[in-house]
């Protein structure tokens, strides 16, 4: 199995890195003091095609494959984490859906707006108070047909983007009959019922968004409803199997990022009369970050390949998911072990890398789900 990128891949990670550089990176700092979303970085993705991934291209999208999509989304880890999530989430978890499950007019009606990066985002809507991991048992927002509406009545929690969006994808209990009790229904941010509050005070991830949510006799039109009534379940988890890849994506670009500046300083620090990068403790741990990140781009584009061909990869996208962002904590920390002290003070960067990288063990699954996950695939 050959993973040499294309010359298209490849331009396309020169282009995208070019742009980070360029309009993430200098503000991450900035985006994570104050909270502030990127919106001018962000306005400039939509003609680029990064609002549009794995959009079609008839929608305005830009169609790219698996693998390139993994590409672009450790691209923007390596910038800036809270911008990487709120577009990864936008692309894969918010329009996913809408691309895979989708009418036709469905399609035609958002996707357009939401990739131009003239309007705001899209979200997915899944964890409530009582349902984190368990989403079959736990969900607990109800949709009523009623006429030719649904009825949205419940509460939803650490929903990333609920305020920058145009969109959200929310998985309602539609049933009562197990697997089949759960519906995506597509939501405007705007329409009557919705509360959004305050922006969640997190460890890190600042600029990224995340809300509690409340819906209150929400009333939106029974042609919302996105795929088939009662397929909500299994849709959420193919879409969380895609998220997973971009998730792990996201931590590598964040562990790349920590690694160099490691780097850097490890050559620039003296101690002892000589450069700690002398030093054979240091070198250890920039040994096993250079070969933990090498092995877990490998597995994050193994994932991705498999997906591309249409093959089964919920199992790879876990390994790829687990390995991609505990290695990224370790390559964090031990960035932050090198810089000594400076580690610890946020003009740093490295120190907010680590707090970045955090959350990434926890959303989309955590690592002792994809754990159960890759267990059960291979117990059968």
């Not at 450790?74 to 895979?100: D, F, M, Q, R």
């Not at 007019?105 to 809507?125: I, N």
């Not at 741990?285 to 994050?300: G, K, N, P, Q, W």
Request: with cysteine; aromatic share 6%; net charge negative.
């Amino acid at each position: 199995m050959e993973f040499e990128l294309t010359a298209e891949q490849r331009e396309l990670r020169e282009v995208v890195h070019d742009f980070v550089a360029r309009e993430l990176r200098p503000q991450a700092r900035h985006t994570d003091e104050t909270g502030e979303f990127n919106w001018p970085a962000v306005r400039k993705m939509g003609p680029l095609g990064l609002l549009g991934l794995e959009v079609p291209e008839e929608y305005g999208g830009a169609a790219l494959d698996a693998i390139s999509v993994a590409i672009v989304v450790e691209e923007l880890g390596w910038g800036c984490g809270s911008t990487a999530l709120a577009i990864a989430a936008h692309n894969g978890l918010g329009l996913g859906p809408v691309v895979a499950y989708g009418t036709e007019a469905q399609k035609a009606h958002w996707l357009p707006r939401l990739v131009s990066g003239q309007g705001k985002l899209a979200c997915l809507s899944l964890t409530e108070p009582g349902a984190g991991s368990d989403l079959k048992g736990g969900v607990r927002t109800k949709a009523t047909a009623e006429g030719d509406s649904w009825i949205i009545d419940g509460s939803k929690m650490w929903m990333t983007n609920a305020s920058i969006s145009d969109l959200m994808v929310v998985l309602c209990r539609t049933g009562s009959d197990g697997n089949s009790a759960l519906s995506h229904i597509l939501v405007p941010s705007d329409t009557p019922g919705i509360t959004i509050g305050p922006a969640e005070k997190k460890m890190g991830l600042h600029g990224s968004p995340t809300h509690a949510v409340t819906f209150e006799e929400v009333r939106v039109p029974r042609e919302n409803l996105l795929g088939r009534e009662g397929r909500g379940l299994a849709q959420t988890l193919a879409t969380l199997d895609s998220g997973r890849i971009g998730i792990g994506a996201l931590a590598l670009g964040l562990a790349q990022a920590a690694f160099e500046e490691a780097m850097k300083y490890a050559k620039e620090r003296h101690a002892f009369g000589e450069p700690i990068a002398n030093f054979q403790a240091i070198q250890w741990m920039l040994a096993d970050a250079a070969t933990e990140i090498e092995a877990a781009r490998l597995m994050i584009l193994k994932a991705a390949w498999l997906k591309g061909l249409g093959r089964p990869y919920s199992k790879m996208a876990s390994m790829a998911k687990l390995f991609a962002t505990e290695v990224s904590e370790r390559v964090c920390r031990n960035a932050i072990q090198i810089h000594g002290g400076y580690g610890y003070s946020s003009e740093f960067e490295v120190e907010r890398m680590y707090r970045d990288t955090r959350l990434m063990t926890i959303g989309e699954g955590t690592s002792e789900i994809q754990r159960l996950v890759i267990a059960r695939h291979l117990l059968g």
